[in-house]
Nanobody, 124 residues
Framework: QAQLVESGGGLVQAGGSLRLSCTAS????????MGWFRQGPGKEREFVAG????????VYADSAKDRFTISRDNAKNAVYLEMNSLKPEDTAVYYC?????????????????WGQGTQVTVSS
């Protein structure tokens, strides 16, 4: 069972950058597909980005393409989300999640473990 802890959120001005981190407990991190989701005020949680077990492939939501980069370091049991050119509409609680699929899913039910989330607020 994986326990996930996010960090790196905060308040940033529009156009700025943040790097989110998610660390996992356990020795099986490399067996999980990892994803980042977010839930904005009054909105449903949505997929942002996902990365395969060894980092060979990544999938992005349209809203994240060209601005966000997901990466992972299996030696450190960590996955990252580098966010650039942030916009006020990126304001949300960001969650990392771990799943056991062999591909990178974009739907929540495909992920088995979730962190508690980290708040990102982008001011205009």
């Amino acid at each position: 069972q994986a326990q996930l802890v996010e960090s790196g959120g905060g308040l940033v001005q529009a156009g700025g950058s943040l790097r989110l981190s998610c660390t996992a407990s356990g020795r099986t991190f490399g067996t999980y597909v990892m994803g980042w989701f977010r839930q904005g005020p009054g909105k449903e949680r949505e997929f942002v980005a996902g990365i395969s077990r060894y980092g060979g492939s990544a999938v992005y939501a349209d809203s994240a393409k060209d601005r966000f980069t997901i990466s992972r370091d299996n030696a450190k049991n960590a996955v990252y989300l580098e966010m650039n050119s942030l916009k006020p509409e990126d304001t949300a609680v960001y969650y990392c999640a771990a799943g056991r699929d062999s591909y990178v899913p974009q739907s929540e039910p495909k992920y088995d473990y979730w962190g508690q989330g980290t708040q990102v607020t982008v001011s205009s």
